[in-house]
């Protein structure tokens, strides 16, 4: 793991890399191969990414897996208001479109678990044949009884750090701040 730090010019906080861009595709790639695995039998599956960061990672692993597998992915958006998660999800496609298919929820980070736990009781609404959720980062602050079934790094850390994954053009790095 590459640490390096970055110290904000109008903060006084210090920056860690915690995954470099080419540690991220590394594991993008290993996930999907997971997800290729426990999803064999199926010819599809939705990949239902929490929107923003959870969106474009969901993108990334699509890609990844219909270059590996025979598997058609649909990449689905999933909205949750963070700030008040009582109010209903949406998804930007059909309850139709994922009824009795897996679907495997896909976020940057998981902390509290708050925000998959919201998530996964929209799609509750229909009959699947399986559901997983996937993050790119496990931090193990859990409130609530969810877990990731694929993770690309799991992280102990203080409830006071934050962990932040950015996307630029080309790159994504996660930082702890």
Known sequence: MLILHQYSKNKQMKRSIILSNTEIQHKIK???????ESNSNQKEIIIAGISTNGFLFAKKLQVILEEI?????VVCEVKVDKINPLKPVTTSIAEKAYKNKSIILVDDVLN?????????KHFLNVPLKQFQTAVLVNRNHKKYPIKADFKGISLSTSLQEHISV??????IVAYLN
């Open 69 to 73: 597998s025979p598997i058609k992915a």
């Open 112 to 120: 509290s678990g708050s925000t998959l736990m919201y998530a996964v």
């Open 166 to 171: 950015e996307y630029t053009k080309d790159s």
């Open 30 to 36: 290993r996930i999907a191969f997971q997800i290729y």
